[in-house]
């Protein structure tokens, strides 16, 4: 018979392991993660699951509740609280129905006087040693244990002992610390051991004497530690962003998206009159599960610093407030005086899709194709072949991520360049025996890899098979290839994209009709979209300085040679960030959680985001400011409303407004026809030498304006960075 510790680890792997009901789901239903139904009672309810799950699975599939505070669906099964207790017929004992798997025929009771009495004494135990702040704790009002105090607890207590006082450990500039609460349900040890690979977190000492915390009094290095905030069902871990700002009942809940990286998490962004006061995460098991990483949940205080608030107009080296009218009648007149091969647009890493389509008809319907995405490279056009869309998109979707055994990353820190993909992907290999090859520069990246080399000839072993990832590789039944953006900032990016098609090719499974293994990892919120309406240079544009230039929220622009000391700029965002500072005139423009817009995530996922609060000043929506520009230019753009735009934007590109269906799919022939267009691509005719690849994230907690602009983004740079 198995002991309950073994029991435990096998249901921890049965959990843990599952594939989630994603789009791929229906592709791996022969895989031995799936086993067959079986029937059980909860209740005197009929309920049909998989064999193997918990009891406490099987009461939610058919509406029971069962309290708890340590079991947690996305976590290793710990049975340390006792709080879900239960009555199984022909038991002596009551069990834990967290760690108890079903068996057929089995029949469940969770409503007797004996699981009512053993329920109070599990909270009159909790309470014994639980501060009485909850008038000061944040916590209060979304609080599990104020909750299931109030039904299931008692009316009295009998213990009169002291109760138990533990030192606040600092773990960091995110997360509070108030361990005098803690119940120890280790939700907190088991995310940041599974999930977010920290093993620093962990407990020590035994029985009364049990703390939680770094083990040498460190902060928790890893950019998803505010995870545990949400995770912790009592007041023990709260924001320190958020401490005594609010109370939970004051706040307007919107939901909306996450656009600090590519992977558009969802969030809930609760706001006060109309100011931003947190941000937490929604549930999307296709997307971000219910993680966001720290930049996402944390630098929202950067929306109310260095805001650009009215039309500027630059005089003698100085801004001056303008109007609306003389600000974009200046514009107006500097456009129509300049040539169309004198004017360009650069669209920034926020840019949403209404704007990118409303700028880009307005200067095509001006006769110019100088159009280009922000970026530290200086190269024009992008590296990748972008007329097939899987040619630039992460194909494998992040839910099936999970799925894969063998993947190789190609100048890429997923880590902090998409923190939610690198998550699955540390899931895949802790519970589906992934391997993993890195060519790059080594980092920390939260689980083990073969290093294959730091620059492109890497590649090379590969191909001719003389690297032992190779055979890998091949063998592989799910295989992945994740390629970085920092391949596209290098001098020979199209030789190295060459290569890294014909690579593919020669993986035999990487591409069939049920699995396409090939993907580009985006890094930022407005990439995906940019390339589905074509908001590239044509390629007979001129690429030298341009006298007109237009920056919709650019500011990654070192070594730009489109702008120079002539070039009169204009800037629409809304930060004074470093792309401002090079303006002529300046327009203010609504930041993400200030309007109703369009963006497409690294898979090709169109989601919307949601107006929390109104655009401070005079400040408005970004497509509204280019209709409004092109009646002044005497262009005037063809709708005068949402909804009218959103038609042209289905016009343009349908997967911009595919907001409910599933992700759009190419074949496999298609898909490899268009790595064949990309092995095809061998750039200048002179082979230039391999250079390491350069991530281009420096810092995590400040790549964009709002992040550059918020003081705990500031905080944790000093302190991790």
């Known amino acids: 018979m198995l002991s309950r510790f073994s029991k435990v680890a096998a249901l921890n792997k049965r959990l843990l392991g599952k594939p989630l009901n994603g789009g791929f789901a229906k592709s791996f239903s022969t895989s031995p993660l799936f086993k067959k139904e079986i029937e059980l009672f909860v209740d005197g309810k009929s309920v049909h699951i998989e064999e193997g799950s918990a009891i406490i699975q099987a009461a939610e599939k058919v509406g029971v509740d069962i309290p708890r505070f340590c079991y947690h669906e996305r976590l290793g099964v710990a049975g340390n609280c006792r709080m879900c207790l239960v009555e199984i017929e022909k038991s002596p004992k009551l069990a834990a129905s967290c760690a108890m798997p079903v068996s057929p025929g089995m029949r469940v009771i969770t409503t007797s006087e004996r699981i009512k009495s053993s329920r109070e004494a599990v909270m009159e135990f909790l309470l014994s040693s639980h501060p009485l702040d909850c008038p000061i704790c944040d916590q209060a009002g979304e609080c599990d244990l104020q909750e299931q105090s109030m039904r299931y607890g008692g009316d009295r207590s009998r213990y009169l002992e002291p109760k138990r006082a533990v030192e606040d450990k600092n773990i960091g500039p995110f997360v509070k610390t108030v361990m005098n609460r803690c119940i120890q349900c280790t939700r907190c040890v088991r995310f940041a051991n599974e999930v977010a690979g920290a093993p620093e977190f962990g407990t020590t000492g035994r029985g009364n004497d049990l703390q939680i915390g770094t083990y040498i009094s460190s902060a928790l290095r890893t950019e998803m530690s505010g995870n545990i905030i949400d995770l912790c069902p009592v007041g023990a871990l709260t924001s320190k962003p958020y401490a005594f700002k609010a109370r939970p009942w004051e706040l307007k809940k919107t939901e909306s998206i996450d656009v600090m990286d590519a992977i558009g998490s969802n969030i809930r962004v609760d706001s006060r009159g109309n100011e931003v006061m947190r941000i937490l995460p929604i549930t999307n098991d296709e997307v971000n599960e219910e993680w966001i990483n720290d930049k996402t ?52 890493n926020m840019a949403d899709s209404e704007s990118l389509v409303a700028l880009k008809d307005l200067f095509n319907a001006a006769g110019c194709e100088n159009l280009k995405v922000d970026s530290t490279n200086n190269s024009s056009a992008p590296a990748f072949d972008i007329d097939i869309r899987s040619n630039y998109l992460l194909n494998t979707t992040l839910v099936g991520t999970e799925h894969a055994d063998a993947l190789l990353i190609i100048g890429s820190d997923p880590r902090h360049e998409a923190s939610i993909l690198n998550i699955r992907i540390r899931k895949a290999y802790l519970y589906n025996n992934l391997n993993v090859g890195l060519i790059g520069n080594p980092s920390d990246l939260t689980y083990k890899y073969s290093h294959i080399g730091t620059d492109p000839s890497a590649i090379d072993s590969l191909l001719n098979g003389s690297h032992p990832f190779s055979k890998v590789l091949a063998e592989a039944k799910r295989p992945m290839i994740l390629v970085g953006s920092a391949v596209s900032e290098l001098s020979n990016a199209d030789q190295t994209i060459s290569k890294i098609s014909k690579l593919a090719l020669n993986i035999p499974n990487l591409i069939t009709e049920e699995w396409n293994g090939f993907n580009v990892l985006q890094n930022y919120a407005s990439r995906t979209a940019a ?23 650019a500011d990654e622009l070192e070594g730009d040679s489109s702008i120079n000391s002539d070039t009169f700029v204009v800037y629409q965002g809304h930060h004074g960030d470093k792309g401002a500072h090079l303006a002529n005139v300046i327009l203010p423009g609504a930041a993400f959680t200030e309007k109703a817009s369009t963006f497409v995530n690294a898979e090709g996922r169109s989601q919307v985001t949601r ?106 740079t000093a302190d991790f960075a």
């Open 611 to 716: 107006a929390a609060i109104n655009p401070p000043g005079s400040s408005r929506e970004d497509w509204q400011i280019i209709r409004a520009l092109s009646e002044f230019i005497g262009m005037t753009l063809p709708y005068n409303n949402i909804s009218e735009l959103r038609s042209r934007m289905n016009d343009v590109s349908p997967t911009l407004n595919s907001y409910d269906d599933s992700l759009t799919s190419v074949s496999a022939e298609f898909a490899k026809l268009g790595l064949k267009n990309l092995s095809s691509k061998t750039g200048d005719s002179k082979s230039k030498p391999a250079s390491e690849f350069v991530y281009p994230i420096k810092n995590f907690y400040m790549t964009d304006p709002i992040s550059r602009s918020s003081s705990t983004m500031a905080k944790a």
């Open 531 to 553: 390339y589905d309406i074509g908001f590239t240079p044509n390629v007979n544009s001129n690429a030298a300085a341009s006298e007109f230039v237009y920056l919709l929220g």
């Open 297 to 348: 949940r944390f630098s929202y205080d950067g929306l109310k610093n260095q805001r650009l608030v009215n039309p500027l107009i630059k005089v003698n080296d100085r801004f001056v407030a303008a109007t609306w009218s003389e600000a974009l009648q200046l514009i107006a007149t500097k456009f129509q005086n300049t040539s169309p091969n004198g004017i360009s647009a650069i669209a920034g």
